[in-house]
Structures are given as C-alpha cells and as structure tokens.
C-alpha cells in the first residue's frame, strides 16, 4: 500500500516516515519544508518518495494526493505554548486550509483512509484525569485557539465520513519526545524539552527559570511509541472511524523533568528555579488513559522518560 505523510519532513512527521519505512510501506512525503528540514529524512532518503506542495492549495494537494491510499495527515503550524499565544489567528486559518485541501483531495482521490494527527490539546479544560476519549464529549471545547483548531480537524474526520464515506482515524499524542526537534529562539516557541535543554546546557541559567508554579503535569511518550501507535491507527481495522489516545500514562512536574535534565547535563550547582508568569491557557495536568489504544490496537508506549530525555540530549549535543 502507498502512503502519503502530510508534514512529514517535521519532527513527529519524520519518525513517523522512518517507521513506516522499517515497515516496508511505500512512503511519499507531502511537505513544503516551510518548518521541517530534508536533514530529518536523512535515514529514509533513498527509500520515499517527495512531494513538495504548499497544502492550502487546494488544486495542487489534489494532485500530490492521487495514487495513494492511506494519508497521514500531520502538516499544521505547530509550535510550543508561546507559539499558540502569538500567532493563533495563523494558526485557525492556515491548518483550516491545510485540513479542508486534504479532506476534499482524499474524496477527490478516493483514498482509503485518512489517519490524522489531532493533540492531547483538545483535552484543554478537562478536569479528571487520566482523560478518556470518552471525555470529548463530557468536557468544554478548548480556550486556546490551536487546541480548538485540532478539535475541528477531528469534526472534519466525521463530517467527511458521514458526508462522503471518507474513512478516518484519529490519533492524540501526549508530548512526543525525541531527536529532531530544536529549540526555539525564544521560550515557549518549542516545546519544553528543548527549552529546558537550552537554559540548562547552553544558557546555563542559574537559578533555571520557569513558566510558572513547575507544578504542572504533562505525560511525556517516545516518538518512536507513537510512530508504532500511528502505524496502527493507519492500517488496522479496529482503528476505522476511531480515536485513540496515544500517551504514556506517568505524569511528570515540571520541576522534576528539569530537574532530570539538570542532572544528565551535569550541572554541578544545587537545582534551583525562578518561577516567571505563566502563559495563558497552560494547562495545570495533561495524562492519558491509553488503555482503549492498548485493548483494541495492541499499543502501548515502552520506552521510559529516562531514557526518551538521555536519546534527545545525546542527539542534541551532537547536532546542534
């Protein structure tokens, strides 16, 4: 079967690539390489197929969407918590777009199936935890205008369906951690792995400074667990017209994750932070129940925090 992986020159979209190859699919990567980078597709090279398409045009995505049958569906602006804050109005527009030129390609094309990346966001104003997918329907639509931005992508995956018969899945990860994804110039342009990694390596900020209480939770999942979970959410037939939470289970503070990182970059000064205002909209607790992914997909993440945090140090040193 062929592929086609929308964003897939990004940080998620090329382990996602690198998977599916392993797999031995027929992989073609649809990307403008407006944010991600031929670099991140350096192991699968030889083996993909690349599309280079700006995905707000509706014409030419239906033609770099022709011969496939499964669609990956990751291309979106995409940034950490600052990111959201600075440029939503960018961001309910341009992934608008992005959606509604791959939703009517795939009917155009008649593919297959439509796998597409929601996030743990849509989740925003939950408040008992671990969330189920069952919550959705339970809890207020996001604040936050990405968070919404991603609910409506997952409206688009049933309206399509009802509409036009449009196969669809749905995968919501939890904080992907791994290689490939720098920091930004600023905090809170990436997400927080790289932040901290930045202070505490390069900046080597003392005390560390931090968004907030450091109290806040998040649950933290190997872009390799979720490369394996969204090749199941492409092909299995449980998987139809589903959503999954594709999360590990453990919570991390804030405070803890950093102070993780302190110690595997060797910071010799006693672990010390200064809280700064927090951001609007920065959710206090984020874990999953995964366990409709683990019963009915056979997935589960099994690779730790540790060692997801000493991969992306070790990748970090090396290549920035």
Not at 4 to 29: C, M, P, R
Not at 58 to 70: C, H, M, Q
Not at 233 to 247: I, R, S, V
Request: glycine letters at 8%; aromatic letters at 10%.
């Amino acid at each position: 079967m062929t592929v086609a992986i929308t964003g897939g020159a990004g940080f998620l979209g090329s382990h996602i690539v690198d998977y599916f190859v392993e797999k031995q699919e027929e992989v073609i990567v649809v990307d403008d390489f407006s944010d991600g980078s031929r670099d991140n597709l350096s192991n699968s090279i030889n083996e993909i197929e690349i599309r280079e398409v700006d995905l707000r045009n509706r014409s030419e995505t239906a033609i770099a969407l022709k011969d496939v049958d499964v669609v990956v569906h990751l291309a979106a602006k995409i940034g950490g918590i600052g990111y959201f804050h600075d440029l939503p109005a960018d961001i309910i527009a341009m992934n608008d777009a992005m959606n509604r030129s791959v939703f009517d390609a795939a009917v155009k094309n008649d593919i297959g199936r439509i796998c597409y990346a929601s996030s743990s966001m849509v989740y925003e104003n939950a408040r008992k935890f671990p969330v189920t997918e069952s919550q959705l329907g339970e809890i207020p639509p996001p604040d936050s205008a990405y968070g919404f931005q991603k609910l409506s992508g997952e409206y688009y995956c049933r309206a399509y369906h009802d509409q036009y018969g449009v196969e669809y899945s749905i995968f919501r990860p939890f904080n992907a951690v791994g290689p490939r994804e720098p920091p930004g110039e600023e905090v809170g342009q990436a997400h927080v792995i790289p932040d901290f990694v930045k202070k505490i390596r390069d900046e080597r900020q003392y005390p560390l400074k931090i968004l907030g209480s450091g109290e806040q939770i998040r649950s933290f999942t190997n872009v390799r667990d979720i490369a394996r979970g969204v090749h199941k959410c492409a092909y299995l037939n449980a998987a139809a017209n589903e959503g999954f939470n594709l999360g590990s289970t453990e919570g991390t503070t804030m405070l803890e994750l950093a102070k993780m990182i302190w110690d595997y970059c060797d910071r010799t000064e006693t672990f010390s932070v200064e809280q700064q205002k927090a951001y609007d909209h920065d959710v206090e607790k984020r874990v999953p129940d995964s366990s409709k992914a683990k019963e009915e997909l056979g997935w589960e993440p099994l690779i730790s925090l540790e060692d997801s945090l000493g991969e992306y140090i070790d990748w970090y040193r090396e290549a920035l």
